[in-house]
């Protein structure tokens, strides 16, 4: 019997850590795409960080509150929201341990954020403030899986692979994004303001992380989200 590739989700927590959660689009979207969904703990030692890794066939890293700033050596900005620390130590060690052990990761908004820290990036800790032109509207008004603005697709890209567009319709619900992206990485999806929208490995590994929600589109049949996380769990079968 073939086993469906198992994938990690990360969670969210509280502040007061009495709980994990994880939206329900989250799960769906990758049983819908043949995978094994797990919602992972925030584990704190490497050993178990390294068992944990070593059992999965892939990584999901999904949305939730900000990012330490301190990790990437920067103050705490006045818009900077609420933090889980733990959250962001645990993510990056696993990020890490997933890339050292050549295995599939998919991040979406935060997700995307601290995949790029943990190579060695940085981030806005406020596009609003801190961007210097004007922006496009990033927290939408409008129902979750609502398209809302484009983003620029690099055409010889895993991206691009996986959508087949240049042109893609996202939706956007975040207030922070990744500012530089170091070398052996790009930004492969760049919104018509300037705002990396997708980041992603220049090798042959499954690295890629967008700063929208194709678990939402992919929730309600919508390609756009569907293709990304059917890419994914094809790059977990084959890993």
Request: aromatic share 8%; with cysteine.
């Amino acid at each position: 019997m073939n086993m469906k590739p198992l994938i990690g989700i990360s969670a969210s927590m509280e502040v007061e850590k009495t709980y994990y959660m994880t939206a329900t689009d989250n799960v769906e979207a990758i049983l819908a795409a043949g995978g094994m969904p797990v919602v992972l703990p925030m584990l704190e030692e490497d050993k178990a960080i390294d068992e944990l890794a070593r059992r999965l066939d892939g990584l999901y890293l999904t949305g939730g509150y900000d990012i330490d700033p301190t990790i990437f050596g920067e103050e705490p900005h006045p818009k900077l929201g609420t933090i889980i620390p733990i959250r962001d130590s645990f993510e990056m060690k696993m990020v890490l341990k997933m890339r050292e052990l050549q295995k599939p990761i998919l991040g979406v908004c935060r997700g995307c954020q601290i995949m790029n820290i943990a190579i060695g990036g940085d981030m806005y800790q406020d596009i609003y403030s801190q961007h210097d032109k004007q922006l496009l509207q990033h927290s939408q008004n409008a129902p979750k899986e609502h398209c809302s603005h484009f983003v620029n697709v690099e055409k010889d890209s895993l991206l691009y692979k996986l959508v087949g567009k240049t042109k893609l319709p996202v939706n956007s619900r975040h207030h922070q994004a990744n500012r530089f992206v170091p070398e052996n990485f790009r930004a492969s999806g760049i919104a018509n303001d300037g705002i990396v929208e997708a980041i992603e490995s220049k090798d042959e590994s499954f690295f890629l992380g967008v700063q929208w929600h194709p678990e939402n589109l992919a929730a309600k049949g919508i390609e756009e989200g569907t293709n990304i996380f059917n890419g994914f769990i094809e790059a977990c079968k084959r890993d």
